[in-house]
Nanobody, 123 residues
């Protein structure tokens, strides 16, 4: 079982920044980031493929968020800048261990999930 430990959430004012971390107990093939606000559907945010560092972003965060990974630590990061109240949600990291042909946007493309970390952006 691959364990994912998330950290870095918190409360910030609009325009501020946070960096989320996701430490995995094994090397991912791909790490994705999703978020879910109360009463809302789970939403894709960003993803990174481990071997080549290819990145993918939802239109809503493109230009504001940056996803990256540290090979030596099996740890992924989501740098969030210019935060807006609409970014308020529980953020989850997720890992796929194997190459697959499913879209990076789909939750079912990932096998293991972190515990989630709350991000709150005040107006």
């Amino acid at each position: 079982q691959v364990q994912l430990v998330e950290s870095g959430g918190g409360l910030v004012q609009a325009g501020g920044s946070l960096r989320l971390s996701c430490a995995a107990s094994g090397r991912p093939y791909r790490m994705g980031w999703f978020r879910q606000a109360p009463g809302k559907e789970r939403e894709f945010v960003a993803a990174v493929t481990w071997s080549n560092s290819n990145t993918y972003y939802a239109d809503s965060v493109k230009g504001r968020f940056t996803v990256s990974r540290d090979n030596s630590k099996n740890t992924g990061y989501l740098q969030m800048n210019s935060l807006e109240p609409e970014d308020t949600a529980v953020y989850y990291c997720a890992v796929a261990l194997r190459v697959n042909l499913m879209s990076v946007l789909l939750p079912r493309a990932y096998e293991f999930w972190g515990q989630g970390t709350q991000v709150t952006v005040s107006a």
